[in-house]
């Protein structure tokens, strides 16, 4: 939720096939329940290592900031609407909900 309070540039996950240039849209859940940020991916690949129980990491890649939606713009009702059956993980965007994402 805070993760571009202090910078334009994080650190993510990467779990799919994603090219330098793609754009990301990052859901945020409870309570916020919304797609609140869209970013471009500016490098992948990146060596990381973390495991838990519940998630293991080995590579990672840096979003930058592109645009920061109002909370109740693009809430889970909205989204699901829009062809997004589940936010559970990297998912493309229907060109539906799209359409709305990049006006």
Request: charged share 20%.
């Amino acid at each position: 939720m805070h993760a571009f309070v202090n910078t334009d540039t994080i650190t993510w996950k990467q779990s799919t096939n994603i090219r330098i240039g793609d754009t990301v849209f990052l859901y945020v859940a409870a309570p916020i329940k919304a797609i609140i940020y869209q970013c471009r991916v500016t490098e992948i690949n990146i060596p990381y290592q973390y495991e838990s129980s519940q998630l293991k990491i080995q590579q990672v890649m840096r979003l930058q900031l592109e645009k920061e939606y109002n909370h109740d713009q693009f809430t889970l009702a909205f989204i699901k609407q829009h062809g997004v059956s589940s936010v559970q993980g990297p998912r493309h965007v229907p060109a539906d909900l799209l359409s709305f994402l990049e006006k």
